[in-house]
C-alpha cells in the first residue's frame, strides 16, 4: 500500500516540477524577446539619423574641397566612399565582440555605423584634410591612428580617426542634442590600392615580405609624386 502510493505521487511530482520549469523557460524567452524587441527600437529609432549626419558630415568635406580646388587648382580628393552599416550587420558585429544586442552597443562602443572613405592623390592632401576636420564646429577627434608615419609591419599604411559629432538629433542615451561616431580612413591612391590587394590574399602571411617590399615601392612612389607636384607649385607661385 505504500509503495503504491509512492508511484501515485512520483509521477504527479515529475509532471509538478517540469511545468515550474516550463513556466521559467517561457518567463526567459519573453524576458530576453522584449530585451531584444527593445534594443532594436532603440537601434531604429537612432538609425533613421544616420544618413542625415553622414550628408551633414558629406557636405562639408566636399564644400572644403570645391573651396581648396579654387585656391590651388589641385584636387582635395580623388574618390569619397560612405556606407551606413545595415541592422545585421551592426547586430553580427555585436556578437562577435561578445557586446549585448543595444544600441549603445551598437553605437557608442563600437563607433563604425557610420564610415568614410576618402582617396586622395597625394599625401599632403590627407594632412590638410585632417586639418580641416579638426576646425569643423561641432566634431571632437575621439580616437586618431597615423599609419602612414607609424606604417604597420606588414607594409599597411593609412590614416585613421574616430570622430564624435554633435548633432541636432537625439541618442541612443535620450540626449539631445546627441553625439554619434563617424569612423574616417584616408589613404593615397597606392595606399588604397595595397589594401585592397592585401585584403583580397586569403594567406598573406605566406607572401608577407613580397607584400611589405610592394608597399614600401608604392610609398616610395607617393613620396615622388608629391615632390613633382611641390614642383609645380613652386613654378606656378613664380610665374605669378
Given at each position: 500500500?505504500h509503495?503504491?502510493?509512492?508511484r ?17 523557460d517561457m ?18 529609432t537612432?538609425?533613421q ?13 566636399k ?5 581648396h580646388?579654387k585656391t ?6 580623388e ?6 552599416k ?10 562577435r565582440k ?7 552597443s ?10 568614410i572613405r ?19 564646429p ?5 580616437k ?12 599597411y ?18 540626449k ?46 607617393d ?18
Open positions: 500500500m509503495q503504491k502510493s509512492e501515485r505521487i512520483f509521477p504527479f511530482t515529475k509532471l509538478k516540477v517540469n511545468h515550474f520549469l516550463l513556466k521559467a518567463f526567459t524567452c519573453l524576458s530576453w524577446y522584449n530585451r531584444k524587441t527593445k534594443a532594436s527600437k532603440e537601434r531604429e537612432c538609425e539619423y544616420l544618413p542625415l549626419i553622414l550628408e551633414d558630415f558629406t557636405q562639408k568635406i564644400t572644403a574641397a570645391l573651396e580646388k590651388t587648382s589641385f584636387k582635395l580628393y574618390h569619397f566612399h560612405a556606407r551606413i545595415t541592422a545585421d550587420s551592426m547586430a553580427e558585429k555585436c556578437q561578445n557586446l549585448p544586442l543595444t544600441a549603445e551598437a553605437l557608442k562602443q563600437i563607433r563604425d555605423a557610420i564610415g576618402i582617396i586622395t592623390g597625394f599625401v599632403d592632401d590627407i594632412y590638410q584634410i585632417i586639418d580641416f576636420i579638426r576646425q569643423m561641432g566634431i571632437h577627434i575621439f586618431e591612428k597615423d599609419y602612414i608615419n607609424q606604417v604597420k609591419p606588414n607594409g599604411r593609412s590614416y585613421h580617426l574616430i570622430l564624435e559629432v554633435e548633432t541636432p538629433y537625439p541618442d541612443c542615451y535620450g539631445t542634442p546627441g553625439k554619434y561616431f563617424i569612423e574616417v580612413q584616408l589613404r593615397t591612391i597606392a595606399m588604397d590600392s595595397w589594401a585592397s590587394l592585401e585584403h583580397q590574399i586569403k594567406n598573406p602571411e605566406r607572401i608577407e615580405r613580397e607584400l611589405k617590399r610592394c608597399a614600401d615601392e608604392l610609398a616610395s612612389c613620396l615622388t609624386m608629391q615632390t613633382i607636384r611641390n614642383l609645380i607649385q613652386e613654378s606656378n607661385e613664380r610665374e605669378d
